[in-house]
Every structure is written in structure tokens, then in C-alpha cells.
């Protein structure tokens, strides 16, 4: 199929499938079908980036052996599956962007890449929010069952893990700063920051 064909067919359907989604909570106030559109957009314009690349915007690294974090948003999401979907030439799944909506209201999502000394340490990670005085739970957690080596091991930090803290939206101010803060008990945590307000 002609790729201008396929972007126009693809923008087309995300304009009549999403006008229902006019007020969605995300780190954004609104999903609207402009930002569905933008999202589809992004990612078949970039669907030859590598991932560090692609997350950019939403995504900080405070280097190997210390740790790195994304914020997950609906946008992002969709952008990734556009980017998949447009390196194999094909438009994105209307039901797997539905499922992404409904999947991430009223929560925000933060994946993040973290170190310890044990196959089993991520079971014990803490993560919190920290924003405005307050310190903010996650209402659902998926730690790593089990950690990967590093290049490190032996030595400290040996493994790598990746873990999934979900946040109540209803309690984050989404124009304003926040810290991601992650604790293991007798190890060291990492600590990220990020300006909410820029993150679509």
C-alpha cells in the first residue's frame, strides 16, 4: 500500500474512532482525538528510531548501574504501537488503542530499570511519588520476579530488573514537578524527576 495512502487512511480513522475520548485522564488534562491523531503521527514518523530515541520525552537515565525511568502515557503508548505498526506497513489496531485508553484511566504509569545485589532484590523495591509536600503510594505494583545479571557481576550492582509502579491520578497535579523515589532496603534507591507539564 502507498505510504501516503496508508498515513491518510490512518488518520482518517483515528479523526472518526476517537471523538467519543474528548476528556480522558492522562498526564495531559485531555486525550483528545488531535492527540490520538499526533500520537499515530509520532510514531510512524519515527518508527526507525531506537527505543532510548523514540522515549526521549518521556523518559530519564541516570546511567547504567544506577537506573532509568519512563512515564507511561497514553500517548506514548499509542505512539509505540503506531511505530510497530508502520515498520510493518500496516495502520494501528483500533482495538488496541481502545484497550490503552481504558486501560490507563485515572492512573499514571512509571516502568523504570533498576539495580541490586540479589536475583530477588526488586520484590523488595519501594517506589513513591513525591510532589508538592506530598508523598503519593502507587495503587498497583509489578516488581520483577526475578533480576537479570549485569555486566558488573559479581560486583555490585549485579542485577538489573524492570518494574511497573501504577499511580492514582487524583492525587498528582500533572502541570507540576514530580519525584520518583525508589527505596531497597539496605541498598542504594535512585531518585527521578520529572516536569509532568511538558509530557503529552
Given at each position: ?9 490512518v488518520f482518517v480513522w483515528c479523526v ?185
Open positions: 500500500m502507498n505510504k501516503n495512502i496508508l498515513a491518510t487512511s472518526l474512532a476517537f471523538t467519543s475520548y474528548s476528556s480522558l485522564e492522562a498526564v495531559i488534562p485531555e486525550l483528545t482525538k488531535e492527540d490520538v491523531q499526533e500520537a499515530v503521527k509520532y510514531g510512524a514518523d519515527n518508527k526507525d528510531v531506537d527505543y532510548v530515541e523514540f522515549f526521549k520525552d518521556w523518559r530519564l537515565d541516570l546511567g547504567y548501574g544506577t537506573g532509568s525511568a519512563r512515564v507511561i502515557t497514553p500517548f506514548s503508548k499509542i505512539a509505540f504501537e503506531a511505530k510497530h505498526a508502520a515498520a510493518e506497513g500496516e495502520p494501528v489496531d483500533k482495538d488496541v488503542i481502545e484497550g490503552i485508553i481504558e486501560g490507563s484511566k485515572g492512573k499514571l504509569a512509571i516502568g523504570m530499570a533498576i539495580y541490586g545485589d540479589s536475583k530477588a532484590f526488586a520484590q523488595e523495591a519501594v517506589a513513591v511519588i513525591e510532589q508538592d509536600g506530598k508523598t503519593i503510594e502507587p495503587i498497583e505494583s509489578r516488581p520483577a520476579m526475578k533480576a537479570e545479571p549485569t555486566d558488573f557481576w559479581p560486583n555490585a550492582p549485579a542485577y538489573k530488573a524492570i518494574c511497573y509502579y501504577y499511580f492514582p491520578m487524583d492525587k498528582l497535579d500533572p502541570d507540576g514537578k514530580a519525584t520518583v523515589v525508589v527505596s531497597i532496603p539496605d541498598q542504594r534507591g535512585a531518585r527521578f524527576e520529572f516536569d509532568l507539564s511538558g509530557m503529552r
